[in-house]
């Protein structure tokens, strides 16, 4: 454990959604209370089913299957793309979890070959797609887009880059980690987005607040495909009840409150760009996710985010990235129930004393 990891451990409060304070094991075990709890024998039945049924149902898709990560989820999902036509490329945003977070496991795993496509600060459009020469397995979209401030592509847009993966028989896959966070802003059923889309993954310890799990969801034949290359994965654990219940808890609790965090995060970026050297992206934020930008350094925000946390007990956040140019520092604030737990204008004061702290070791 860094000095850090304590610090972050031991503060009352954080803003980050993924903070120990907002994800603690009693709380989990309090809100399964009184539901009853039906377990799964190595991932079949009870509560497994019953989320791999609604979440189905959901989006519209005839199956779908509980995996332990979405990590394995995508990586199946391409696997079996790739197997069904000629080609074992798969394309994806430069800053996609896949090429990025998963040390290249698509490659090493399941011998497919990643091809990148548009630039890391933007999001793809379909004029990138048809510099693309050579033919697809799929075409992966995340939506939205995590590490850019969680941007979406316009309707049109995202329905004509699924089009043009279809037309040329590629596999259209929904990297949708945070499809309940980007519904809102299509103001369309989740069943109408997942429809552009051969195979869907979504998470539920996201915005759901889950302890992690994910479900893959498409087509029978793929989904029963699936279900061999998870025993093959290692990811046939014999219970999976606890994830499962805790995802059904997020699908009644926390994805009805979706529209209002946006509305949140609207507010709440809305009086953080009128602080001197703070900037918000995208600006208005299009989910309930959204990045602040600091015009200061990120070893200098990394020190002033310990200083706030010894001195007001608060962890501000736990993702951040430097940017184009460098000396500035781009932060994650993803909007859930964790909000209650600060004052009107307190989030604001603190960004703003944040910055303030902000000053190079040189500087001092
Ligand atoms: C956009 C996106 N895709 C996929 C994943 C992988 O999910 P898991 O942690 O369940 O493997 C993540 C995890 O953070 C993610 O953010």
Not at 106 to 116: A, F, K, S
Not at 217 to 244: C, K, S, T
Request: aromatic fraction near 8%; hydrophobic fraction near 45%.
């Amino acid at each position: 454990m860094t000095a850090d990891d304590r610090l972050r451990a031991g503060c009352g409060r954080s803003l980050s959604l993924y903070a120990p304070q907002n994800r603690n094991p009693p709380a989990t075990m309090q809100r399964w209370g009184a539901r009853t709890i039906e377990a799964d024998v190595y991932g079949a039945g009870g509560a497994v089913t019953a989320v791999e049924h609604e979440v189905a149902a959901l989006l519209g898709k005839p199956a779908a299957v509980f995996m332990p990560t979405g990590t394995m989820a995508q990586q199946i999902a391409l696997r079996i793309h790739a197997e069904r036509r000629d080609s074992r490329t798969v394309a994806f945003h430069p800053l996609c979890h896949l090429e990025r977070h998963e040390e290249r496991a698509y490659e090493h795993l399941h011998g497919l070959v990643g091809q990148t496509v548009g630039e890391e600060h933007r999001l793809i459009d379909v004029a990138d797609l048809e510099s693309v020469a050579q033919p697809l397995a799929a075409l992966v979209l995340e939506l939205p887009q995590r590490m850019i401030g969680a941007q979406l592509p316009r309707w049109d847009e995202l329905v004509a880059q699924t089009e043009w993966a279809r037309a040329r028989g590629a596999a259209r896959h929904l990297d949708g980690a945070r499809l309940w966070e980007a519904q809102p802003f299509y103001e369309r059923p989740h069943a109408q987005i997942a429809d552009l889309f051969d195979t869907v993954y979504v998470s539920f310890y996201k915005g759901l607040g889950g302890i992690g799990g994910c479900v893959l969801a498409g087509p029978e034949d793929v989904i029963e495909l699936a279900r061999v290359w998870r025993i093959r994965h290692g990811g046939e654990v014999f219970a999976l009840w606890p994830y499962a219940v805790d995802a059904l808890y997020g699908l009644r609790i926390e994805l009805p409150l979706m529209a209002q965090y946006w509305r949140q995060a609207k507010e709440l970026a809305a009086e953080l760009t009128v602080l001197t050297g703070v900037g918000i992206a995208p600006d208005p934020p299009q989910t309930p996710i959204f990045n602040v930008i600091l015009d200061r350094a990120p070893e200098a925000v990394r020190r002033a985010r310990s200083q706030l946390a010894a001195t007001d007990d608060v962890w501000l956040f736990d993702r951040m990235w430097p940017t184009d140019p460098p000396a500035r520092t781009r932060i994650e604030v993803a909007v859930g129930s964790q909000l209650g737990h600060f004052s009107s204008g307190e989030i604001a004061a603190l960004i703003g004393r944040l910055r303030e702290l902000s000053v190079d070791q040189a500087d001092r």
